[in-house]
């Protein structure tokens, strides 16, 4: 059996490092390179389980770098890229926007330009074995803009980034999208809502919450806690990205959500519960939660209509905010050795 070789960026990362050992299981007939630049947000322990794996391999390096990007295409002949690797803390955009306009842009048109330099002999004619060579975008719902108290996002919704962050997000989508109409390439984008589980970066708002909690600190709460979120458990999104990367049709989008709508609050106070259940203290961990400051323009709600996923490729979430926070707790209480 020939092997499929794909280039993965970004498989250090909170969604990639779930990914991977997952897509590796399930599809024994590909080779993946891992390119990743290990950034703050990385961890080289997240992929401890597959490091043996005689079908993986780890390169350290920028997806900005050209001339790296084309060695590696040069060396494995890549079928296919699948491209997680981005900066994704809207905090960190806000005070440092120039790292994301670098990765989240040009980083994405430097891996996209030399896939088309690789693959096709001229617009829309591919080279020979490479018709089926695909380019898998990951993105975000964030680049859909902030929406009121109904409605949802879906995949004709117009784009309006309200962060430096989303705005990097929306541009990278769009020169996806244009090397699909004006040259013919074989790509697909997915653009997911907030995933959570394990692996998640300790900045991220439910590590940060379990993260408080344990230590006895203040858990701190943007604003009101009122901003809604859609969250997906991550693998649950890893199956969603499977699907469309084997099944997607050339040049369209699929939103990937998981249909479960929480506030700040909410899910602050959850974990606080189950946290004393599992973990009891002398007093409740909710007496942690403290309102801070809100986040300059902070959207106050996303939710995905994940419709078109579910009735054209058959995806379906397997948990639902209440399973899979569980197993978050867990996970989080045995990284932290509580």
Known sequence: MRHKTILITGGLGFIGSNFLPFFLEKHKEYKIINLDKVTYAADVSNLNEISANANYNFVKGDICDRELVDKLFKEYQFNSVIHFAAESHVDNSITNPDEFIKTNIFGTFNLLDVAKHYWMDAPHKPKQDCENNRFHHISTDEVYGTLGETGLFTE?????????????????????????????????????????????????????????????????????????????????????????????????????????????LYIANTICKLLDEIKPKTQSYKNLISFVKDRPGHDFRYAIDASKIEKELGWKADENFETGIKKTIHWYLNKYNT
């Open 156 to 264: 004709q919704t117009p784009y309006a980034p309200n962060s430096p962050y989303s705005a990097s997000k929306a541009s990278s989508d769009f020169i996806i999208r244009s090397y699909y109409h004006t040259f013919g390439m074989n790509v697909v984008t997915t653009n997911c809502s907030n995933n959570y589980g394990p692996k998640q970066h300790d900045e991220k708002l439910i590590p940060t919450i379990i993260r408080k909690a344990i230590n006895e600190e203040i858990i701190p709460i943007y604003g009101d806690g009122l901003n809604i979120r859609d969250w997906l458990y991550v693998l649950d999104h890893c199956k969603g990205i499977d699907l469309v990367f084997h099944k997607g049709v050339i040049g369209e989008t699929y939103n990937i959500g998981g249909e479960n709508e929480r506030d700040n």
